[in-house]
């Protein structure tokens, strides 16, 4: 596995100035030996000449939050990561390469879940460069690489986790998003490793059911919610039928036998759970008639 080396190139000003000055001194010599017909002051000139412009080749500009990568005839020579104008070897291949945070989103994919329902999943991954030799050499674009590998790991996890959970302690989808994001980093994290690429963040950007089962799917969880809610409105008319009958019996107001605490219960349960409002209707006599 090739691992970045860090290579520290010759400034660029300091060399500009040298060809300048070398390149000036050229051509007053090759003018003064068309003067003078000094055949070898003539090739020194000439030669002087032509090895300044093959030299100037190497100078390159290392722009912010970028490198460039320096190859000799296919082998890696290092990664040149000071910003600013730079020479190198002229024979150097000099790729750029951006450290920069990037971010995208992927398609919208059609996966089913762990339950076995289909469901569109998207989710928007940051990610930037960290080891530049192999991100060039170990992949053959890496830019292609995030692509593929987060949506493969998305994928994975969509099949992981239920859309919605039943329980309050399993984990799902639309319910655990943080969760389920450290999920998403880790594993495009580590599938993205071995190209020199660091995930920052990873997060779900659309979740919702497949059209196919959309309706049905909106019908469970009316049903689920309204079962809830019973469940609550009932545990809260129990606690008040038993808060009723305990003060009735600590203040003495009326004694009740057991078959007509029944009534009363079966009455109270009636109007706290009933959905419209009871009718009243008033007893003239005793209890007992």
């Known amino acids: 596995m090739i691992r970045e080396r860090e290579r520290q190139a010759m400034s660029g000003l300091v060399i500009v100035f040298v060809f300048v000055v070398v390149l000036a001194a050229s051509i007053f010599g090759l003018i003064t030996s068309i003067r003078a017909h000094s055949f070898p002051i003539f090739i020194t000139s000439v030669v002087a000449i032509l090895s300044t412009l093959f030299l100037m080749m190497g100078m390159f500009t290392v722009n912010p939050n970028e490198a460039r990568v320096l190859q000799l005839f ?80 998305l994928r994975n996890l969509t099949t992981s986790y239920p859309y919605d959970a039943h329980d309050e302690a399993q984990i799902s989808l639309r319910g655990h998003t943080g969760v389920v994001a450290d999920h998403l980093k880790r594993e495009i ?13 990873a997060r779900i950007s659309h979740l919702a059911y497949a059209p196919e089962i959309a309706a049905a799917m909106l019908q469970r969880q009316q049903a689920g ?14 606690g008040m039928v038993d808060m009723a009958l305990e003060l009735l019996s600590r203040k003495g107001i009326v004694h009740l036998d057991e078959e007509r605490k029944a009534a009363m219960v079966s009455n109270l349960l009636v109007v706290l759970c009933g959905e419209k409002g009871a009718q009243p209707i008033v ?7």
């Open 74 to 153: 296919g082998d890696y020579a290092g990664t040149v990561r000071t910003p600013g104008l730079r020479w190198a070897n002229p024979l150097y291949t000099k790729k750029r390469v951006s450290v920069r945070i990037r971010n995208f989103e992927t398609a919208r994919l059609k996966v089913n879940d762990l339950e076995g329902n289909p469901i569109e999943i998207a989710a928007v991954v940051v990610w930037r460069v960290v080891d530049t030799a192999e991100a060039c050499f170990e992949v053959d674009d890496y830019n292609n690489y995030v692509h593929v590998q987060s949506e493969a790991a």
């Open 189 to 201: 994290h580590e599938r993205l490793a071995k190209a020199g690429v660091e995930v920052m963040e």
């Open 283 to 289: 007893n003239t006599g005793t209890i007992y008639q």
């Open 225 to 238: 919610a309204i079962i809830a809610a019973r469940s609550r409105i009932v545990e809260g008319a129990v």
